[in-house]
């Protein structure tokens, strides 16, 4: 699994990185998210196939200062919409 930092961002006083999350291996496969503020980690694999959708993803989690308590949720709605 290779990790790509999409951004940071200050978020509730604390730098928060994002990230891509490709476990493709030079393959079509699946691809994540992960967030990282402090101590708190949050991660989410299998999302989609397509490396640019998830990326988009990332950004948007990004613009919206998403933390990792909330990423669960806000993936959720990204899948259904």
Known sequence: MHRV???EAEVLG???AYYLLDDTDGFPGDYG???VRGSECSRVNG???SG??????????L?????PV???DV???WLLS
């Open 70 to 72: 909330s990423l669960r």
């Open 63 to 67: 613009r919206c200062a998403v933390t």
């Open 33 to 35: 998210v992960e967030i």
């Open 52 to 61: 640019d959708r998830v990326w988009r993803l990332v950004e948007l989690l």
């Open 14 to 16: 604390e730098k928060t």
């Open 47 to 49: 999302l989609a196939p």
């Open 5 to 7: 930092l999409v951004g």
């Open 75 to 77: 993936t959720e709605d």
